[in-house]
């Protein structure tokens, strides 16, 4: 049987071709997304048409309770997953003075507390196939250096590179490896020109990133190769840091 593995907030941008790579790579894929279930139908006719299986999954990431009622009856049906890819995310900057409690919340629910909404509940599935497994969570150049106007998604971001670092020694004996991708600046819907003008200053390679250049790094660590790769944090950021 194809190995499974679920990619969060995949209807568009960065998770839209990490899925479409990891198809590529062989895998069945499930999708996600919150709301663009159109945008995510489409990818999945995108992946059949690669000769893979995939289907649609939408719910929250910050809703704890869907999260879990949605994964669980997921597994029920198809089976426990190979892996996981935590890429659903949002920002909502601003100065912190001026930052507003929905800003820091939204950020934290659904970046942070995401991670732990969507893994919980495939975890132990995971663990009783007793085979190899990959977790990949999406982490941020914001999460290792602190961005100016960033300090909830800084701290949801950075908080996640923790949580990677404690799970993955959880998990090694498991052969579940456990590790971040931390993107720079990706062109994709959530950039903001800006930022893309301030970034592209500091960004030695003088050039923003693509989606496939993550999705190719992910691909990577949801391969055979990235066996005994876990716990570490993988920049992809033009040398940014
Ligand atoms: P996009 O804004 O292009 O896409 C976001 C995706 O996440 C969409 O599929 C969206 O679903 C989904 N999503 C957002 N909020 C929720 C939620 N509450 N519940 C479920 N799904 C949700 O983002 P990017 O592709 O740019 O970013 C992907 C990841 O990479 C994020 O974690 C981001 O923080 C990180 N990142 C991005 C960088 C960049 O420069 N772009 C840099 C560093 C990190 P829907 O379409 O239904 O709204």
Redesign the pocket.
Known sequence: MTDTILI????????RAIALRLAHDGFDIVLH????RG?ADDVADEIRLMGRQARVLCF???DRDAARETIESDIEAHGAYYGVVC????TADGAFPALSDEAWDSVIH??LD?FYNVVKPLVMPMIRRRAPGRIVV?S??SGLMGNRGQVNYSAAKAGLIGAVKALAVELAKRRITVNCVA????D????DERVREEALKVIPMQRTGT?EEVAGTVGFLCSPDASYITRQVIAVNGGMC
């Open positions: 969060t907030g995949s209807s568009r941008g960065i998770g997304c919150r709301q663009r945008a929250d990431v910050a890429n659903a995310g949002i659904t970046n995401g999406m941020s150049v993107p720079g600046m990706i994709t819907d959530m950039s989606s």
